[in-house]
């Protein structure tokens, strides 16, 4: 037997975005536990927007297990907030409102800035870095990346594969002290679950440099230096094996139907990156098109190849600060409403 510190995680009652929280159980298993082996544990809701002061406890329910080797026998607990019955998702809780669907599939790609100081790292105490945007997407070098935000973007990816987190890739964004990671997740809930995990393993590993994570979709506000999205790739299995030009349309109508819903889970102030500039389409207008980076839904090359129109879709609205569970259930939701012949 062994003493397993298990970090329990959840998402708080924090609007319009919500805050990771996390603490410690000490249990003992012979191995590695399961997720059955999990049991259910409390909080006090109160202190994170939740619940009222007089009943204050909330649920947490284990959903996922991923191994944390930055601890002797640590692990880390993805929970869903539930009410005091156990049963009953607590309104907080979005994963709970994700449609149940193994054919689903999500890749998002997290951009986000490192920051120190109140400022992006390797940003000078006033005004802007020398050097322009330009060589810092995918550069290399001192002068262009520093000497830390590589060390720490390199102990975040080794921790997340140690957690067994489908990460697709990392790279350096086009702006000073910006950088991006895609995780790829196969059923409705897997890719949303990891993006949480790794957001909450990089503010960790943040915390030790003195450094923060800054999701913020514009933080650099208006002026010409990017903002951060987390473009929302998806397919279902009917769109990889089927799809079809006329379905293709039907699902394209409903989203077009319903860009005030999306909207409001795509993350705060997005209408501050979706001007219609830089690779983005307004924040009031829908459209989508073939390798179509100024479009709302970019349509890869690979989707209507040979007129077919299989594959997946890159939904490229959802900003770097919006909730994964949040995003993925309006995507599965506006799926829904088309029916398939
Ligand atoms: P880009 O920056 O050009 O948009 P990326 O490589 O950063 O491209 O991201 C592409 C994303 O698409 C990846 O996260 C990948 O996992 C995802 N993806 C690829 N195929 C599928 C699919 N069939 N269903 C859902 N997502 C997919
Ligand atoms: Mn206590
Ligand atoms: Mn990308
Ligand atoms: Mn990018
Ligand atoms: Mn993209």
Not at 23 to 34: L, M, V
Not at 64 to 75: E, F, L, S, V
Not at 188 to 208: H, P
Request: proline share 6%.
């Amino acid at each position: 037997m062994a003493k397993y510190k298990l970090e329990y995680i959840w998402l708080d009652g924090y609007t319009p975005v919500p805050n990771l929280r996390g603490k410690t159980q000490i249990k003992e298993y012979a191995s590695f536990p399961t997720l059955e082996e999990l049991p259910l544990w409390g909080f006090d809701g109160s202190s994170t927007q939740q619940a009222e002061g007089r009943s204050s406890d909330c649920v947490l329910k284990p959903v996922a297990i991923y191994p944390d080797t930055t601890r002797k026998n640590g692990a880390i607990v993805m929970c869903e907030v539930m009410m005091p019955d156990g049963t009953t998702p607590h309104p907080t809780n979005a994963r709970a409102t994700i449609l149940d669907d193994p054919g689903a599939w999500f890749g998002f790609e997290q951009e986000y800035f490192l920051y120190q100081d109140g400022r992006p790292l390797g940003f000078p105490v006033d005004g802007f870095p020398k050097i322009g945007q330009g060589p810092y997407y995918c550069g290399v070098g001192y002068k262009f990346m520093g000497d830390i935000a590589r060390q720490i973007v390199e102990e975040h990816l080794d921790l997340c594969l140690d957690a067994g987190i489908n990460h697709e890739g990392i790279n350096a964004e086009v702006a000073k002290g910006q950088w991006e990671f895609q995780i790829f997740g196969k059923g409705s809930k897997k890719a949303a679950d990891e993006m949480w995990v790794a957001r909450y393993l990089l503010n960790r590993v943040c915390e030790k440099y003195g450094i923060d994570v800054e999701y913020h979709c514009k933080p650099l506000g208006d002026t010409d230096w990017n903002g951060s999205g987390m473009h929302a790739n998806f397919s279902t299995e009917y769109l990889r094996t089927k799809g079809g030009k006329e379905y293709f349309e039907a699902l394209m109508g409903a989203f077009a139907d319903h860009v005030e819903e999306h909207i409001a889970v795509y993350g705060p102030d997005n209408h501050m990156r979706l001007t219609g500039l830089h690779e983005t389409q307004a924040i009031d207008k829908f459209s989508y098109g073939v390798a179509d980076r100024g479009a709302s839904i970019r349509i890869p090359h690979s989707f209507v190849k040979g007129d077919k129109y299989q594959g997946y879709l890159e939904d490229r609205r959802p900003n770097s600060q919006g909730d994964p569970y949040q995003i993925a259930s309006r995507i599965l939701k506006t799926i829904s409403l088309v029916p398939t012949p």
